[in-house]
């Protein structure tokens, strides 16, 4: 297995694998792909877990707002299309997506019969049962994904949580891992939930381990994928560890107004100074996650410079990287 400090440092190293070491040139529905099978790697700090690679051209605004879009179980294509268009194009039914992974953990499992399993509750229960547990499980994609799923088939297949040594490890399965599109927002994604379960377990952060049965890129990324390999890691900075409880309703609320703001609202704030107006705004993810989300909504109304200056007064300087 390969293992690195942090997922930067795999980021950089997965894409050369790809690069140089690739096993198959293969053409899934007629697109044309270098692809590696079975690759598995592991994060020693899964705080760390921004890619800090200029030529990835990392959207920060975007990490944030599909954070936000798991941890509060949506599955709307409209919520997430706002940052991210191509949701419309991949939705079966036009409204929702089958890889919005949120759902499928933090809301009652739809595929359950009886509709009262929420996945999130019962790793979390049997993790507080019995310590040692190989039992926690969430499952993703199901039988029915490989019938009904036509355009979006999720490509995660399993999560599964290990308290060792008094810390929360986490092992995530994937089908099929695109190093451009899809691998580059899954770590980060996926190691978020696995802090924030640590905190409400009130244990320590383990290690993140990934598989990926199939880690490939797509011919029109391949440019991309050389500039990637060829970068450094030397940026690459952990984040602030999270509040001990996740504030996803001040978020998700915060996000509503910043969506339906002005410019000239939205520009005319002093974003220099910590807001006081919401409890909730003294800790420092709330207030950086409302820079971020504001300078998204500034740049859709293309005010790039204004969107560039609020984004370079988050706290955490790591977000600072991708003002690009």
């Known amino acids: ?57 990392f959207s920060v605004s975007y990490f944030v707002a599909e954070a936000l ?22 939705s079966d039914d036009g409204e929702t997506a089958n890889s919005a992974y949120g759902a499928r953990i933090f809301k009652p499992h739809p595929r359950i019969a009886d509709g009262a399993v929420v996945q999130w509750e019962y790793v979390k229960s ?27 088939v999720p490509c995660t297949l399993a999560l599964q949580f290990f308290i060792r040594n008094d810390a929360l490890h986490l092992h995530v399965s994937m089908r099929s891992s695109d ?28 290690e993140y381990v990934h598989t990926s049965n199939s880690l490939h890129c797509y011919e029109r990324d391949f440019d991309v994928l050389g500039a990637i390999a060829s970068s450094d890691s030397d940026d690459a900075l952990s984040m602030e560890p999270l509040p001990r409880a996740f504030p996803t309703t001040a978020l998700m609320a915060i996000e509503r107004d910043i969506s339906r703001s002005s410019a000239d609202s939205i520009s005319a704030t002093d974003w220099t100074r910590t807001p006081e107006t919401d409890a909730s705004a003294s800790d420092a993810l709330v207030n950086d996650w409302r820079r971020i989300l504001a300078s998204a909504r500034l740049r859709k109304l293309r005010h790039r410079e204004d969107a560039l200056e609020v984004l370079r007064t988050t706290q ?8 690009r």
């Open 1 to 57: 297995m390969h293992a690195y400090d942090n997922f930067t440092q795999a980021y950089i190293d997965l894409c050369r694998m790809i690069r140089d070491d690739y096993d198959f040139e293969a053409a899934p529905r007629g697109m044309k792909i270098k692809e590696k099978l079975g690759v598995q790697f592991r994060i020693r700090d899964p705080r760390n877990r921004l890619p800090y690679v200029p030529a990835r051209n």
């Open 69 to 90: 879009w798991y941890m509060s179980g949506s599955n709307s294509t409209e919520w997430i299309a706002r940052y991210a268009p191509f949701w419309k194009d991949i």
């Open 126 to 152: 049997e993790l507080q049962r019995d310590p040692d547990s190989r039992r926690a499980v969430i499952h993703i994609r199901t039988p029915d994904d490989s019938i009904y799923a036509t355009k979006d």
């Open 179 to 206: 190093i451009i599109l899809g691998i580059a927002y899954d770590v980060p994604a996926f190691t978020l939930m696995q802090e924030v379960l640590a905190n409400e377990l009130g244990i320590g952060l383990g």
């Open 316 to 323: 955490f300087k790591g977000y600072q990287f991708f003002d």
